[in-house]
């Protein structure tokens, strides 16, 4: 059977809506992503600063919380719970291959 349309019926059980959702080489991503609270500072600051950005932008599997495309920088904002220091090297040299330079925010770092 087909793994996409496997992740779709599983999405449909747990009530989701499988429209919300991009397939990408057969994995669900949401397409529209619910901001954290960090993030949402980090995304009022730069609405602030007059940035334009783009929020979760799916670059060739990769999918960063913010991108400035004017400025070429993505931004990721990390949370001390789901991340560790050694995942920055990895998504920075990723990213780069993408024009991107890449900032990250530690959650603790932002406040409200």
């Not at 809506?17 to 995304?43: L, Q, S, W």
């Amino acid at each position: 059977m087909n793994k996409q349309l496997l992740n779709y019926n599983t999405l449909l059980k747990l009530g989701q809506n499988p429209i919300d959702y991009e397939f990408i080489n057969g994995v669900p991503f949401r397409k529209h992503a619910t901001m954290t609270k960090p993030e949402a500072v980090v995304a009022e600051s730069l609405r602030s600063l007059g940035e334009k950005f783009q929020y979760a932008p799916i670059i060739n599997r990769l999918k960063p919380d913010f991108v400035i495309p004017s400025k070429n920088v993505a931004i990721e904002v990390f949370g001390v719970y789901w991340h560790k220091q050694d995942e920055v090297p990895i998504r920075k040299e990723r990213l780069s291959k993408y024009g991107l330079r890449l900032l990250v925010l530690w959650d603790y770092e932002i406040s409200n």
